[in-house]
């Protein structure tokens, strides 16, 4: 347990992940006398334009403090934005010295989406290696990650709708949050179909109520579905006719000839089958996920998959013979009981089956699944250093096979704080995952899991709203957030 003591309430959003980072599965508190075996102390003043900061670390490593005073100046928002940079940058330092490491190689920023500060540099026109400076001297970045970061944005701009112009386009998500087995490393409440006879169908009365009310509104006010991504849990648990209906729901209400990409993410391989290609072939669907996370089959046993390698292949060959024409497949550095070894094998096996997308994901240890509360799982899960080489390992094989970084996204909790990065063989970047992730087009999630994202585009202000992931507490609350999300549609407009 850590104990984070402030002497002042607004530290705590500046410094909390980075405390996080240094001490990786941790549980931190703020509340004195708890039980602690690790304490972060933070105390800030201004005197005048300057800002007194002092920070000590204690743990079983020792004791590591440091104080010094900074120049802040400006109106008194700027002067508290200011202090919070500060007090980052000499926690980061002060921490990765305790830790005697480097606790993040994105330096103080901790956030989802580093790639829209990026974007946001070149909005202002500042060239390229202004750009890569800046991340390295003020966010303190490691200059590859800075590199990385670059690249991700040069890749994915052109695709990102222009500032301040009234752009009518839209993404849609729709979630199906059932799957067959749960994975190890889930944490997803409503995870697995439960056998309650009725369940799935109360589900989709609840999501087709959803996707009418919302179809209609967007009708009235104008907007075109630019992309369309069926996701989950995993949707190829929906059988033939389950997905026949759902499809010709989609096709009165949003599919359209402005729609230019439609996604399912098949998930795994054992819920596919050839008819249910078929479906989404006749219904314009141009893009699968298959998604194995590893091509060894005592990994996809050890971590819960009802599916082996050549399941995978299988799988691969039915996509390709119903002429959809883009496969994506994720696949995750870090699980237990693999390294540098397995991790070669797996990019061999997938490469040889030549997908237009891979994305390459770190293993997150999210606290309510199962492999974060297994003792011998945990002790299985990689190293740091091997997940760092894993991650260099898949960007080297796969840089070196044509394929391009070109949408990019970090999640709490990552093995050896890294990332997720999506590479594309030229021509096949997936616009949903570009808009979700640089948050400049309006999202509309429906279904168990939604996240709708409404974006003002004069100023990309966004404001978020989320359905639930439990199907049970979805379908009782569908009423009221179908309601919400039309009005903020509405306020938008
Ligand atoms: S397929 Fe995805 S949502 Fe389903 S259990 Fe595995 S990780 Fe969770």
Not at 29 to 58: L, M, N
Not at 411 to 425: F, R, V
Not at 438 to 464: C, M, N
Request: aromatic content about 8%.
């Amino acid at each position: 347990m850590i104990f984070l003591d402030l002497n002042q309430v607004w530290l705590y959003d500046a410094v909390h992940e980075l405390v996080r980072m240094a001490f990786p599965g941790d549980d931190l508190t703020r509340q004195e006398g708890s039980q602690y075996d690790k304490k972060v102390s933070i105390y800030c003043e201004w005197s005048g334009g300057t800002a007194r900061v002092e920070i000590q670390v204690i743990s079983k490593r020792g004791t590591s403090q440091a104080a010094r005073d900074f120049d802040v100046n400006g109106s008194e928002a700027e002067r508290l934005r200011q202090t919070k940079q500060w007090v980052r940058h000499l926690c980061y330092e002060i921490l990765c010295d305790h830790a005697a490491r480097d606790i993040n190689s994105y330096g103080i920023l901790t956030g989802m989406r580093p790639v829209k500060l990026v974007q946001r540099m070149l909005d202002q026109g500042i060239d390229y290696g202004e750009v890569v400076q800046a991340l390295q001297r003020d966010h303190l970045m490691q200059g590859q990650k800075a590199g990385l970061l670059l690249e991700v944005a040069q890749n994915n701009r052109p695709f990102l709708p222009k500032p301040q112009t009234s752009n009518r386009a839209i993404g849609l998500y729709i979630g199906i949050p059932f799957c067959p087995s749960r994975c190890i490393y889930c944490s997803f409440p409503g995870a697995v179909l439960s056998g309650r006879p009725g369940q799935m169908d109360e589900f989709l009365t609840a999501l087709e109520y959803e996707i009418k009310t919302v179809g209609t509104s967007l009708k009235e006010l104008g907007y075109r579905v630019e992309s369309i991504y069926l996701g989950g849990g995993t949707p190829a648990v929906l059988s033939v006719d389950q997905s026949e209906r759902l499809f010709g729901l989609l096709n009165q209400q949003y599919i359209s000839a402005d729609t230019a990409e439609i996604t399912v993410e098949a998930g795994r391989p054992d819920a596919l089958s050839r008819d249910k290609l078929q479906v989404y072939y006749r219904n314009g669907v141009d893009r699968i996920c298959i998604n194995p996370q590893s091509m060894n089959d005592s990994t996809l046993q050890r971590i819960g998959r009802n599916h082996d390698r050549e399941g995978v292949v299988r799988a691969v060959d039915w996509v390709r013979d119903s002429g959809i024409k883009q496969i994506n497949m994720d696949l995750i550095v870090g699980l237990p009981g693999e390294g540098i070894r397995e991790n070669t094998h797996t990019a061999e096996e997938i490469l040889k089956l030549n997908p237009e997308n891979i994305t390459v994901h770190t293993l997150a240890l999210k606290r309510g699944s199962s492999l974060f509360n297994s003792h011998d799982a945990l002790t299985a899960v990689a190293r740091v250093e091997e997940v760092e080489q894993g991650v260099e390992l898949f960007a080297g094989i796969l840089r070196g096979s044509g394929y391009q970084p070109y949408y990019l996204y970090r999640q709490k909790y990552m093995q050896a704080s890294m990332e997720n990065i999506g590479y594309a063989l030229p021509g096949n970047y997936c616009l949903y995952n570009i808009q979700m992730i640089e948050e400049r087009q309006t999202i509309l999630g429906l279904g168990g899991g939604g996240a709708s994202k409404f974006v003002d585009p004069w100023d990309w202000k966004l404001t978020s709203l989320y359905n639930p992931r439990d199907p049970n507490s979805y379908c009782r609350t569908v009423e009221i957030l179908t309601r919400r999300k039309v009005d903020k549609l509405r306020a938008l407009n």
